[in-house]
Nanobody, 123 residues
Framework: QVQLVESGGGLVQAGGSLRLSCAAS??????????MMWFRRAPEKEREFVAA????????YYANSVKGRFTISRDNTKNTVYLQMNSMKPEETAVYYC??????????????WGQGTQVTVSS
C-alpha cells in the first residue's frame, strides 16, 4: 500500500512563491526506487503534467509553462518530494497532485496519487 500526502498549498499573491511537499509511505520497495511527479488541475480544465523527478533526483522534467520558475526536488531520507513554485501566476490556481511513477526514471502513467492540495494565486 502506498500513501501520498501533499501539504503546503494555500493562497499566494501573483508573483509570489509557495513550496509544496509530498510525503510518501510505502510498503515493499523503497521510496527511492520510484520516480515522482506533480500534476495540477485548474477549475474546468483537464489535469496537466507539471514536473517529474527520477529516483535519485539527478534528472528532472518540466512542463514548458513552468520551466525556469518551478523546481522539483526530493529527499529520499525523508520519503518526500517537493515542488518549489516561484513567480506564480493567477492562471496557476489549481489543485496540485503528487503522484508516483512505476518507473525509477519517472516515465509513464503514475500508479499512485495523492489527494491533492489547493493552490490559489490572487491577482
Amino acid at each position: 500500500q502506498v500513501q501520498l500526502v501533499e501539504s503546503g498549498g494555500g493562497l499566494v499573491q501573483a508573483g509570489g512563491s509557495l513550496r509544496l511537499s509530498c510525503a510518501a509511505s510505502t510498503s515493499g520497495r523503497t521510496f527511492s526506487s520510484y520516480g515522482m511527479m506533480w500534476f495540477r488541475r485548474a477549475p474546468e480544465k483537464e489535469r496537466e503534467f507539471v514536473a517529474a523527478i527520477n529516483w535519485n533526483g539527478g534528472i528532472s522534467y518540466y512542463a514548458n509553462s513552468v520551466k525556469g520558475r518551478f523546481t522539483i526536488s526530493r529527499d529520499n531520507t525523508k520519503n518526500t518530494v517537493y515542488l518549489q513554485m516561484n513567480s506564480m501566476k493567477p492562471e496557476e490556481t489549481a489543485v496540485y497532485y503528487c503522484a508516483r511513477s512505476p518507473s525509477e526514471l519517472a516515465r509513464g502513467e503514475p500508479d499512485y496519487w495523492g489527494q491533492g492540495t489547493q493552490v490559489t494565486v490572487s491577482s
